[in-house]
C-alpha cells in the first residue's frame, strides 16, 4: 500500500459534530473563543490550548510550532517563549503572528492573525515561577533551538540548573517572556459532514468588530 492509499483510505469527519449558528454570536472574537474553548473542555478534547503559533525569520520565510496558551483577555491570546529562541527573535523583528487551534473532535478550528508584543516583566516572572519544576530547569538551561553537541552535554546542563534551582527556588529565566497577541482577524471555523462548512471571520475596523460569512 502506497502512502497515498493510506491516506485516501483515512476517515474524515466521519463523527458527531456540534452544530454553530453564527448568527447568535457575541459582539467580539474572544467571548466566543473563549466559549468554545470551554466547551472543548467539557467535551474531553485533548489538549484544548494546545495551539500551533507561526512566525516569519528575517528573510520573510515562514515558521510555526506548537504551544500551551496561557491566558485569554481583553489584550488577546497569551502564550510564553524564551525571547532569544528562534521563535522570540523573529517575533522582535516582525511581530505579526498567527495562531491556530484545531479541536479535531468538535471538527473545530480557529485562526488569529494579530502582532505580539512582550508582556510586563511582572506578569513574564509569575508565569515563570507558576510553571512545573522541569519546565523551569529546561528553560533555565537556555540555548533553545541552538545546535546541541550531544545528548550527554544536555544532561550535564540540566543536572547543574536542578542543583541551582534547589538552592534557590525563586530563580527566573532572564529571558522567560509572556506575549499577549492582539488580534487582527479571527476566524471561527465548524466542521458539517457534508462538507457545508460554517466559517464566521471577526476582522477588526475603526468601530470595534466586523463580521462576514466566509465560502467553505
Not at 30 to 49: C, I, K, Q, S, Y
Not at 71 to 78: Q, R, T, V, Y
Amino acid at each position: 500500500m502506497t502512502t497515498r492509499d493510506l491516506l485516501r483510505g483515512l476517515p474524515v469527519l466521519a463523527h458527531d459534530m456540534p452544530s454553530f449558528d453564527p448568527t447568535d454570536v457575541p459582539a467580539e472574537p474572544t467571548a466566543l473563543f473563549a466559549d468554545w474553548l470551554a466547551a472543548a473542555v467539557a467535551a474531553g478534547v485533548d489538549e484544548p490550548h494546545a495551539m500551533t503559533v507561526a512566525t516569519v525569520d528575517a528573510d520573510g520565510a515562514p515558521d510555526v510550532r506548537v504551544l500551551i496558551l496561557k491566558d485569554l483577555d481583553a489584550e488577546g491570546w497569551h502564550f510564553a517563549t524564551t525571547a532569544t529562541s528562534a521563535k522570540g527573535r523573529q517575533i522582535a523583528g516582525d511581530p505579526r503572528v498567527a495562531l491556530g487551534f484545531h479541536w479535531r473532535e468538535q471538527g473545530r478550528q480557529v485562526r488569529v492573525r494579530g502582532t505580539a508584543r512582550p508582556a510586563d516583566p511582572a506578569v513574564s516572572r509569575r508565569d515563570f515561577l507558576a510553571r512545573p519544576e522541569g519546565s523551569r530547569i529546561a528553560t533555565l538551561a537556555g540555548r533553545q533551538s541552538a545546535v546541541l553537541a550531544d545528548r550527554a552535554e544536555l544532561d550535564r546542563e540540566l543536572a547543574e540548573v536542578r542543583a541551582r534551582l534547589a538552592a534557590d527556588p525563586g530563580l527566573v529565566a532572564e529571558g522567560h517572556t509572556v506575549y499577549s497577541v492582539t488580534p487582527a482577524s479571527v476566524e471561527f471555523w465548524q466542521a458539517d459532514r457534508e462538507r457545508r462548512h460554517v466559517r464566521l471571520r471577526y476582522r477588526r475596523d475603526a468601530d470595534g468588530w466586523s463580521r462576514e460569512l466566509l465560502w467553505p
